[in-house]
């Protein structure tokens, strides 16, 4: 029963966005569960190229196009690419995208450190907002206008 819920999941449910990290986990999951169901019934060719090609249309765009580098790898070694591939590959992603620290990598939600907040002030290193800060100091000489010079010679300090 399982088996046949997975198998509609991943051929026949919804696409994943690309925003989705929890969506491709659970389609990563339901993938090892039919693969492993399969694989012990002894009928992985169920999941043929045609079941293969639908079942990646349904991964986020971004993955998808890496599905298609990965299956031409593949090609490369004289092979044709299996369900064990592609859930292999589904498995990396999802784990990727999942990653506690680095899983938000890419994504365009502000220019944000580490603790979250912005950092909205200091520009970027190497960029400049066209604002330069100079900081003076006003030193009077001795004999100067409007002095108050100790009649000393100015000696700067090392």
């Known amino acids: ?50 079941n293969l ?20 790898r593949i090609y490369e070694r004289g092979m044709l690419p299996s369900f064990k591939d592609l859930v292999e590959f589904v498995e990396k992603r999802a784990d990727a995208v999942n990653d506690e620290i680095f899983g938000r990598i890419g994504e365009t939600s502000g220019a944000a450190n580490v603790s979250g907040k912005r950092n909205s ?11 330069v800060t100079t900081l003076a100091t006003q030193l009077s000489l001795p004999g100067q206008n409007g002095s108050r010079g100790t009649g000393r010679p100015v000696k700067c300090m090392n």
Not at 121 to 131: E, F, H, L, S, Y
């Open 121 to 131: 002030k200091v520009p970027p290193p190497g960029r400049t907002d066209g604002k």
């Open 53 to 72: 090609g639908r079942m990646s249309r349904k991964l986020p765009t971004v993955h998808q196009a890496r599905w298609r580098d990965e299956v031409q």
């Open 1 to 50: 029963m399982i088996a046949k819920a997975c198998v509609h999941a991943l051929i026949e449910g919804p696409n994943i966005s690309n925003s989705d990290r929890e969506g491709l986990r659970e389609f990563a999951d339901c993938s090892r569960t039919l693969y492993e169901t399969l694989k012990e019934m002894n009928a992985l060719s169920e999941m043929n190229l045609s």
